[in-house]
């Protein structure tokens, strides 16, 4: 059964993988055409060497063959395109800054996941109680603020003041230090803010969820049969309910997603953290179009993985899916 | 105007009687009426509400208060008083090329309410419409539209504003349109689900029966009734919008400088941490406040509309 869920959910995912290349492919031709940049304007460059370097970018082709090659190249080689700048595969970019990229959302994601779930379960639990009233106020404020704007604070508390202070102070910026960095605790002291303003967005969005779909099963009947069986309320609570509760929570952190890669470049781009966002975003501003297209179609196809293995995971937790 | 009610009235009994008691003291209000109550009635949502107001009449009002409360034009540089904390000549102080601080953050108003308002009517009129079409005709163009709304959510939007705002040079009206371009998905999902719902009504049935064509059904009968979904989503998207644009600036990638928007005011400002952390913190707070407001007061019309909390 799991199996044929499985299949289907694939087969599904395969018309938004198409889409996906398709559509970052049109915006990029639609708007940029096939300009390169700089090369117009260059004086030292001969009309010959001009057409030579598009011919090798492969702009000169037409549409239909760029197109023919962009899906050929993703699919079949797994290469997303060309720099403009240097002419290097975008893909080899992408692999060097990944695991800077992973470490940060996993570590992300981790910590919004280990907070949200004792914050939405006692909200949930103390329901309308002074604690629930500051606690929801909290994640209504945490979804309102910056998230790039929270880095800089956080720099300047935790960075500038402290050592202003002469207290302990955490770097600013980069994934370890440039002289004799690279030690455990040097790469965890430069983790620890990153990770923590990125998480902060979805601490609260997905508190706030734990705390509603806790509300709804603390009002199930079995967990009144459980009480009724003279099972105690800690127990109903935190095995019974807590499980049927946070089940959910993975097809949530699936669809968020994109926000939490989106939101890793904004992070990525404050502390200057190595990661693919930072890569985009270093690209976008030396007008390297190709380099941002490649960037963007394969997180969006990190994306549309993340969320088959969120719903497979969430088909194996809870089996009622699986027969819808 | 009657289907439209009935079909409300029908959502309400259908919900049961938890609204008994208002409606046993209420009993001619209209769902319309009802719902604008419930928002003037909420001190949190008028709060809000009022906020964004003054907000925004603050941005009409820049060129005046430029002119005869601050004295200082957001573009006018001063270099003899660069970084000048805030006192009674610049009330919130100077920035790098010593520029007026307060004068920027009003202008600065202008870009994110324009862009906050114009991308939540842009992303209205096309999710709308889509949505409207996709959920009332169904078949292989309601699979066709949503799955490109699945591949439009898929991307996460800030690499496809980057991508976008490379390329176009943005100002507050370009850059409403990129945000849009991404934003309608959300609403259009909401609009189909809500038009799939009322296709199967007695009362579409009952319209389609004495021979109104599908324009003027969609026109006339479903986006009445869909309007509260519209609106919810809209007014909650506000902020959210308002912090896309905001990011977008900060990167440099959005409003272009000189003109002030709040995201390039903190992008200029972080590498003076040391000594002008004002510069830092206040347009921060100042985006912070709207976007909460914006959300606050989206909560509250949610909640209004919703025939459950009746």
Known sequence: ?324 | MSEFVTGVEETREAVGHVGLAASATTPSRSYWRESAHRVSTNRVAVACAVFILMLTLVALLAPLISRYVTHYDATSQDLTRLFQPPSPRHLLGSDELGRDTLTRLVYGAQVSLTVGFLTAALSLVVGGTVGMVAGYLGGWLDSLLMRLVDVILSIPAIFLFILLSTLLRPNAVTLSFIIALVGWGNVGRLVRAEALSLRSREFVVATRSIGAGTLRLIVRHLVPNALPVMIVAASLAVGQIILAESALSFLGLGIQPPTPSWGNMLSNAQQYYYHSAWLVVVPGVMIFLVVLAASLLGNAIRDAFDPRLR
């Open chain 1, 1 to 324: 059964m799991l199996w044929k869920f499985a299949l289907r959910r694939v087969i599904a995912a395969i018309p938004v993988v198409i889409g996906v290349t398709t559509v970052t492919f049109l915006l990029m031709k639609v708007t940029a055409g096939n300009y390169v940049p700089g090369l117009d304007l260059n004086p030292d460059l001969r009309p010959e060497d001009v057409a030579k370097i598009r011919h090798e970018l492969g702009v000169d082709q037409p549409l239909y063959v760029q197109y023919a090659q962009w899906m050929i190249g993703i699919f079949l080689h797994g290469d997303f395109g060309r720099s403009l700048r240097d002419g290097t595969p975008v893909v080899q970019h992408i692999l060097v800054r990944l695991p800077a990229s992973l470490e940060l959302t996993v570590t992300a994601i981790l910590i919004g996941v280990a907070l949200a779930i004792p914050v939405g379960v006692m909200s949930a639990l103390r329901r309308g109680s002074r604690l629930d009233n500051l606690l929801t106020g909290g994640s209504v404020a945490g979804f309102a603020v910056p998230q790039f704007w929270l880095g800089l604070m956080a720099i300047l508390l935790f960075s500038v003041t402290f050592k202003g202070w002469g207290l302990p102070w955490l770097p600013s910026g980069g994934q370890q230090s440039t002289l004799g960095g690279g030690d455990p605790m040097d790469l965890l002291a430069h983790l620890v803010l990153p990770a923590t303003v990125l998480s902060f967005v979805y601490l609260s969005i997905w508190s706030r969820f734990v705390r509603s779909s806790t509300l709804e099963v603390l009002s199930q009947d079995y967990m009144r049969t459980a009480r009724a069986k003279g099972m105690t309320e800690r127990r109903a609570v935190y095995v019974h309910a807590l499980r049927n509760s946070i089940v959910p929570l993975v097809t949530l952190i699936g669809l968020e997603l994109p926000g939490v890669l989106a939101g890793g470049l904004v992070v990525e781009t404050v502390f200057s953290w190595p990661g693919v966002g930072l890569l985009t975003y270093e690209s976008a501003k030396s007008y390297d179009f190709t380099m941002v297209m490649g960037t963007t179609t394969f997180v969006a196809l990190a994306v549309v993985l993340g969320n088959l293995i969120a719903d497979l995971l969430y088909a194996m937790l809870d089996p009622r899916i699986r027969y819808r």
